[in-house]
């Protein structure tokens, strides 16, 4: 069974530091792309970037480029998204998804990561 | 960077109706179109890729058309676990963006 398992919720104070992950299984990791996407309470869907999980191939939204880092482990299947200094405007739930390919739709999805931001 | 825009915001619907919602690219996409359900408190949920295609396990009520910029989602007699939020996504260039939802509700 194909599953992208994400780590827990985090409370955080502004300007601290962050980096959740995406543990892919069931599948060859490596084969696939992971992106990130954001959805800030309320809101919609807000693509982050994509990486290819063997090359570590990353592309990021220019809307969070130089936010955020992305990156990947594949000798442990998982994926990261991480932040070195959070904003309130951080405070979302962010998913990884799994491709195939850049031109294919995201077919698996992880459960979400709560990230709060508060001081 | 591309835009998807999707009409409408919100629909009201009965189960047995057929809904179409649509979304609009600001640029030629091709058939690089994926479209998304997503329920309250839930991930998102892969129902048609390149336009048309629907992915494994979709009912078959669900359908897409389209190509360019202008696609098309239509869900044919509605069930009760359709009601959620749909979203278009352009795969052609980066960055991969989504258009802003379309919220199915209960007539």
């Known amino acids: 069974e194909v599953q992208l398992v994400q780590s827990g919720a985090e409370v955080k104070k502004p300007g601290e530091s962050l980096k959740i992950s995406c543990k892919g299984s069931?599948?060859?990791?490596?084969?696939?792309?992971i992106a990130w996407v954001r959805q800030m309470p309320g809101k919609g869907l807000e693509w982050m970037g994509i990486?290819?999980?063997?090359?570590?191939?990353?592309t990021y939204s220019p809307s969070f480029q130089g936010r955020v880092t992305i990156s990947v482990d594949k000798s442990i299947s998982t994926a990261y998204l991480q932040w070195s200094g959070l904003k309130a405007s951080d405070a979302a739930m962010y998913y990884c998804?799994?491709?195939?390919?850049?031109?294919?739709?995201?077919?698996?999805w992880g459960q979400g990561t709560l990230v709060t931001v508060s001081s | 960077d591309i835009q998807m825009t999707q009409s409408p915001s919100s629909v009201s619907a009965s189960v047995g109706d057929r809904v179409t919602i649509t979304c609009r690219a600001s640029q030629d996409i091709r058939s690089w179109l994926a479209w998304y359900q997503q329920k309250p408190g839930k991930a998102p949920k892969l129902l048609i890729v390149a336009a048309t295609t629907l992915h494994s396990g979709v009912p078959s009520r669900f359908s897409g058309r389209g190509s360019g910029t202008h696609f098309t989602l239509t869900i044919s007699g509605l069930q009760p676990e359709d009601f959620a939020t749909y979203y278009c996504q352009q795969v052609n260039s980066y960055p991969h963006s989504f258009g802003q939802g379309t919220k199915l509700q209960i007539k």
């Open positions: 990486l290819h999980s063997d090359d570590s191939d990353i």
């Open positions: 998804a799994r491709g195939a390919a850049t031109i294919d739709g995201l077919d698996y």
């Open positions: 069931g599948y060859s990791f490596a084969n696939y792309w």
